[in-house]
């Protein structure tokens, strides 16, 4: 999918805390937003998927506005909610809510195979360990199989083991022909994913640049200062 931010703004009181301009991601690539804690990075994914309001925007996504594309959007949220249910119900929750026709149980097969999920489906979701809580959370953002996935730090609680299985998923997304936008505060799994990198800081973008051209993040004095990497 490709979305067009002519801008977009977000409003605490008078405190301006999201202030963007000019952002054009390109259809079946990975975006990571980096920048520091606080930097505005969740306001602008959650506004992007419609869980949150932008005090003022103009956004298009393939040219059509919000509304007609939202069955076609999904986020999963830096604070996911886990029900007192089973892991099952917890991953189909957005079946009840899709007005879409949807084959819910072929897409569950098909993501659940990255993760080692199958013996505890029928298990309490909130009997979960941190890891497995978080990707209950990521299967359930891509069980309605949309174009546009939306990742608000998919790898935290998880070990090497996790980190791995959903770097390899997220690449599978984009096999898949998707648009992913992800979230991280791990640069190694930018370096290993991302085709393009959004800097934030301060609620605006300060670059947003192809991956393979910032030859080693770690070399670039102004990201580095950006994500004060010493
Ligand atoms: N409901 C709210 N009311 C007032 N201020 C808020 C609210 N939600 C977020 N903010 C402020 O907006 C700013 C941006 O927050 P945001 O969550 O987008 O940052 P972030 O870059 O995602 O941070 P992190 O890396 O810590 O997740 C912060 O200063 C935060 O305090």
Redesign the pocket.
């Known amino acids: 999918m490709n979305i067009k931010i002519k801008y977009a703004k ?1 409003r ?2 008078d ?1 301006i ?2 202030d963007v301009e000019n952002i054009d991601i390109k259809s079946n690539n990975i975006y990571a937003v980096v ?12 506004g992007m998927a419609g869980v949150e309001e932008f005090s003022e925007c103009s956004i298009t996504y393939d040219g059509k506005q919000f509304e007609e594309v939202k069955d076609n959007i999904s986020l999963m949220l ?1 604070n996911f909610y886990i029900f007192n249910d089973t892991v099952r119900n917890n991953i189909l929750l957005p079946v009840k809510y899709s007005k879409k026709k949807i084959d819910f149980q072929k897409n569950l097969e098909k993501y659940m195979k990255f993760f080692n999920l199958e013996p505890l489906l029928d298990k309490n979701a909130r009997k979960l360990s941190g890891g497995e809580k978080t990707k209950t959370a990521l299967l359930r953002a891509l069980i309605r199989n949309t174009d546009l996935v939306i990742l ?2 998919p790898t935290n609680n998880m070990d090497v083991d996790g980190i791995k299985a959903v770097e390899e998923l997220i690449m599978y997304l984009k096999e898949e022909g998707k648009t992913v936008i992800l ?1 991280t ?1 791990n640069i190694m799994q930018v370096e290993r994913t991302a085709d393009y990198v959004l800097f ?1 800081d301060k ?1 605006r973008v300060v670059e947003c640049v192809e991956r393979k051209n910032i030859k080693n993040i770690f070399d670039n004095l102004s990201l580095k200062e950006i994500l004060k990497v010493l």
Not at 35 to 46: D, E, Q, R
């Open positions: 977000k605490y009181d405190k805390v999201l920048g520091m804690n606080g930097s505005g990075k969740s306001t602008l994914i959650n830096q608000d730090e979230i505060h934030i609620g």
